[in-house]
Antibody, heavy 117, light 106 residues
Framework: QITLKESGPTLVKPTQTLTLTCTFSGFSLSTNGVGVGWIRQPPGKALEWLAIIYWNGDEYYWPSLKDRLTITKDTSKNQVVLTMTNMDPVDTATYYC?????????WGQGILVSVSS | EIVLTQSPASLSLSPGERATLSCRAS??????IAWYQQKPGQPPRLLIY???NRATGIPARFSGSGSGTDFSLAISSLEPEDFAVYYCQQRSSWPLTFGQGTRLEI
């Protein structure tokens, strides 16, 4: 059974850096073709893909956020970490991590991150 | 960036009726599209991948079709648990993009 769980702060101040951790089980990020991505969803709005990292270390980012995002993996700990710098109230959203083979097959429950002073 | 436009934005139907949701891509994405279902307070669930393949455990009343730029998700006979928001997503090119969603309501 595949599970993913997001953890991190639920409230950050504007200009701060957000660090979210995705801890997963039931699969290995060293398996050929597997990736773990981050997707966010502002309240009442649509899904927005942010970043993904693959088994071979390849990383991809949403272009307009590329300068603010970093995704890393720790295969031994079954974790993927997303950092987003210079947080703004418009970044308030539920942040999901998900396993990707072809598409996002399995998702975590998400973590609601609010940005407010 | 490939833009996915879903229509209608909302659809009001009754249990037992057939639903047809559309997703149009701003350029050809071959068949590299997925459909997700999202209920309130829950993460999305993968329904259909590569346009017409049902994901594991998805009932046969869900079907997907299309290629190129025009795609559809059909639900043959709506069950009460099918009322949710549906998103399409493409994997043809970077960045990965989602549609804005269709809300299926009673």
């Amino acid at each position: 059974q595949i599970t993913l769980k997001e953890s991190g702060p639920t409230l950050v101040k504007p200009t701060q850096t957000l660090t979210l951790t995705c801890t997963f089980s039931g699969f290995s990020l060293s398996t050929n073709g597997v990736g773990v991505g981050w997707i966010r969803q502002p309240p009442g709005k649509a899904l927005e893909w942010l970043a993904i990292i693959y088994w071979n270390g390849d990383e991809y980012y949403w272009p307009s956020l590329k300068d603010r995002l970093t995704i890393t993996k720790d295969t031994s700990k079954n974790q993927v970490v997303l950092t987003m710098t210079n947080m703004d109230p418009v970044d308030t959203a539920t942040y999901y991590c998900a396993q990707r083979r072809l598409f996002f097959d399995s998702w975590g429950q998400g973590i609601l991150v609010s940005v407010s002073s | 960036e490939i833009v996915l436009t879903q229509s209608p934005a909302s659809l009001s139907l009754s249990p037992g009726e057939r639903a047809t949701l559309s997703c149009r891509a701003s350029q050809s994405i071959r068949s590299l599209i997925a459909w997700y279902q999202q209920k309130p307070g829950q993460p999305p669930r993968l329904l259909i991948y590569d346009a017409s393949n049902r994901a594991t455990g998805i009932p046969a009343r869900f079907s997907g079709s299309g290629s190129g730029t025009d795609f559809s998700l059909a639900i043959s006979s709506l069950e009460p648990e099918d009322f949710a928001v549906y998103y399409c997503q493409q994997r043809s090119s970077w960045p990965l993009t989602f549609g804005q969603g269709t809300r299926l309501e009673i």
